[in-house]
């Protein structure tokens, strides 16, 4: 697996239920524009927003509208770990490629739980596993020998890695030369390719994922130059994303470009007018076609 893999996100309605009828059209969108598969149930998801059995749904209705044209990678993650083995159930039967998991997080847990609970989705799942390090959300913080020791288990084929940490993944590719490294800073995608990820997964590809995908391929020919014009370029749609909400933003910039994407999930509050206005002076700015 590499390349660009968009985290789809979900759309609900202004009274907060699912809207599984947007997602073809979503899928659609990004099949049209170039990545190299999806990655579904995650943060961008609100996936810690959504019921066990909802989750489900999601991943069910993404893997139809996909009908096995992409690789797909379903996030499982949760605290408890019997609603992770639930939804991996649910990905082996919706024939997706590959699973990842944020570690169990809330509760303090120990470094020995923590293995504990990787170990056995490793064990537990038919699918080969992505670790999921994302310390700015989850509150766990990891050492890089205690993710290179995890990523050495049995069915773990890598790491969804969402940190500025750029030294791990240059040293992640020097000790597994052959682990997937998927990169999870938006603003920093070159650096990280740079330094040995295998592609990136990142919220604001659902509003940019033509520019991602030319970003990727950039680099891979030796573009650099190119590659570092493109990121300067999508970096400044992410301050104006970052200023108003970044799902917020994201959800209704693409209902303004045609792809309904429906709201965010309360506590999270719509924009208002100010937001709205300098996502409408966003998009007259940055060519989004």
Known sequence: MQGIYLPLMTPFSCRGALQLEKIPAMVEHHIRQGVDGFYVGGSSSECFMMSGQERQQVLAAVASANQGRLPLIAHVGAIALHEVKTLIDCAVSCEYDAISATPPFYYGFSRAEVEHYYRTIADYSRLPLLLYNIPGTTGVDFSHQQLINLSLLDNVIGIKHTTSDMF?????????????????????????????????????????????????????????????????????VTEVLLEVGVYQGIKYAMCELGIDYGVCREPFLPLDPSAKQKITDMIETFDFN
């Open 168 to 236: 791990f993944i240059e040293r992640l590719r020097n000790s597994l030369p052959g682990s997937t490294i998927f990169h999870g800073e938006d603003t920093m995608l070159v650096n990280g390719l740079q330094m040995g990820a295998s592609g990136g997964i990142g919220s604001t590809y659902n509003l940019m994922s033509r520019h991602y995908v030319e970003l990727y391929q950039a680099m891979i020919s030796g573009e650099l130059e190119l590659a570092m014009t493109i990121q300067k370029r999508v970096n400044r």
